[in-house]
């Protein structure tokens, strides 16, 4: 079916969990999609109401210690089905036609693993009906379908704005709006840094540095979607039609500067030593402990081949994995927690963070100097820098986090 041909350009609309936590909400998110149905076909990909899916995983984790990932996927896509029929009732209530259809109803295909699937396809008849009979589409966000096992799956934590990517891409929308309750990408986090700014305009490759450290603001899969289908993404409040919140697209590269953009954060890095004499063997059994323990990997921000020149009296190199690794906070104490249990590896007690600087061009040898005297002018010590095309990235202490953030954030530079 030709879709473009009768309708109205389109637009993809994403509401956070936060825009959507009560019924007043609702009825505003409603009041801006109708406006803008008035000019545009409209798909909204929605989020679960407020704490809704914190609130699943606790449950499912006072019913059982390791809950099966295929029921945690029965459990959490009902989240976003809760938003998007209020959402739809909301719409239908102003006079707006809207229907909302679960991920596997609008075609969302994923592969077959669960709790952090990935799309493999689109095939959204349902959706090119409803849009062709000028109604607004309302898809549960961060779901989809196994078309081979036939199972409900979920895209991992943040993974309703890779719903929205995937359907702009599909669509050739004119834009994806990620709509939060706060009013664009800052340069830092506003609850630690009072000044920090929101930025106007950034590329792609900057905001895929930005996600992979830390900065919660968007899902690190919808960008790389979005960067390879070159879908423009804008970032801003529910609340406010006008305002101007963040705009991301191809190209904005500043010619030869190196100028820190923003200040990204893991808050919690946990440092994984293993026995293993290979990187290969240890990750291999990092990757089947998750599997038996139904949790999805964390995220590794590295990982290094320790050899241990031997002391006189023995005799041979001790070598040891060690892996830096990040994510969700409940998977991350699920991981602990299946860790501990195993006799071949150990998590380092002291609890350790991530503070990354994200710049507009390459990083220099002269800018990791700049970073590290600051931390030293504030006493802090970075156990650790790894340094990416474009991001300055340490590992230190989890109690340095707030100190080190404020103190770098005074590199950040005003963009023109
Ligand atoms: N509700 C899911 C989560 O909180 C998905 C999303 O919000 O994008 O992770
Ligand atoms: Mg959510």
Redesign the pocket.
Known sequence: MNTTKTLKPILVLKF??ATLADSGKIRMAAGRVAALAKSHSVIVAV??MGQ???ELIELAHEISAQPLRREMDML?SV??RISMSLLSMALNDLGCPAISFTGSQAGILTDDSHVNALITEIKPFRVEEALAAEKVVIIA??QGVSPRTKEVTTLG?????TTAVALAAHFKAVRCDILKDVAGIYTADPKIVPDARPLKKLNYEVLLEMTFWGAKVL?YRSVELAKHKNVPLYIGPASDVLSDGTLIQKGMLMFESIKVLSINSHETVLRCLGQQNSLALGLSALNSECERGQIGVPQILSSTLRLDTPAKSESKTKTQVEFLLTGPAETLAAFEKILCRHAEFRIDPEKLASVSLTCSGATSPLLVQNVLSVLETNGISSRCVLLSAMSVNLILSHDDRHRAIKALHKLVEEIA
């Not at 934590?157 to 704005?161: A, K, L, M």
């Open positions: 956070g969990g989020s679960a809704t899916t914190n959490l989240g976003e966000g961060f934590r943040g993974g309703t704005d899902h």
